[in-house]
């Protein structure tokens, strides 16, 4: 799996040749990352599509979506034990928007540094 990592944190889409593609989540079925919902700051429906959307729940781009929203609601104990779930599972490449590849367990450790540093950890 690839991922594209927002500058925001951690929005993910996972990237394809496909220059037709209106909406974020490339190669998963649209709203099932809660990407669009994410970048347009409607963090309860991003929830909502990531909570119930047809994507495996342990999915590293579910994950770090769903932590990412947490987080911005303020959750940031429910954000860390999202986060954490990713480094418990088999890492998996992601790209960064820069077109940087790093690993689930990277992006996850950026995402619980970021929490930390907010909250003058």
Excluded: C, W
């Excluded at 951690?10 to 919902?37: F, H, K, N, W």
């Excluded at 579910?62 to 932590?67: E, S």
């Excluded at 947490?70 to 599972?89: I, M, S």
């Amino acid at each position: 799996m690839r991922g594209i990592l927002l500058p925001s944190l951690l929005a993910l889409s996972v990237t394809a040749p496909l220059a037709a593609q209106t909406y974020g989540e490339i190669g998963y079925p649209r709203g099932s990352l809660g990407y669009d919902a994410l970048m347009a700051g409607d963090l309860r429906t991003a929830e909502l599509q990531l909570r119930v959307g047809p994507v495996a729940k342990d999915d590293p781009a579910v994950l770090i979506n769903l932590g990412q929203v947490y987080a911005r609601l303020g959750r940031t104990k429910e954000a860390e034990v999202v986060f954490r779930r990713v480094l418990d599972a088999p890492a998996v490449d992601l790209v960064l928007a820069s077109g940087r590849e790093v690993s689930s367990h990277k992006a996850a450790s950026m995402a619980l540094l970021g929490i930390a540093r907010v909250a003058g950890r």
